[in-house]
């Protein structure tokens, strides 16, 4: 399974950018989707989360301005963000994580793949 990340770029502050992560490969199912970004010498931390059952969780440094949304039929995973802010600077990841096909078409063994990544970055 292989994740393209896409839509990164240079926003001004206030501005919105939209990411989109396309998945590709053979699989049974994907449980869990999700964001994660990172600025350079700090851990990598989880933006935004979509699972399978439709529960969402967000870090509270974006809930209310960014939105994830996945569009089952095109196999993509979208992250909508919103008044952007320059502390959203960072180099943006898609993650999913899933099970291949099993026996019988029930749920093989589990899977967890990254993206390569996106800058997002964000002027003042």
């Known amino acids: 399974v292989q994740l393209q990340a896409s839509g990164g770029g240079l926003v001004q502050a206030g501005g919105s950018v939209r990411l989109s992560c396309t998945i590709s490969?053979?699989?049974?199912?994907?449980?869990?989707w999700a964001w994660y970004r990172q600025v350079p010498g700090k851990e990598r931390e989880m933006v935004a989360r979509?699972?399978?059952?439709?529960?969402?969780d967000y870090a509270a440094s974006v809930k209310d301005r960014f939105t994830i949304s996945r569009d089952s039929s095109k196999s993509t995973v979208d992250l909508h963000m919103d008044n952007l802010k320059p502390e959203d600077t960072a180099v943006y990841y898609c993650?999913?994580?899933?099970?291949?096909?099993?026996?019988?078409?029930?749920?093989?063994?589990?899977?967890?793949?990254w993206g390569q990544g996106t800058q997002v970055t964000v002027s003042s």
């Open positions: 993650r999913v994580i899933g099970f291949l096909v099993g026996k019988g078409w029930s749920d093989g063994r589990s899977f967890n793949s």
């Open positions: 490969g053979s699989f049974r199912r994907i449980a869990t």
């Open positions: 979509l699972t399978d059952v439709g529960d969402q």
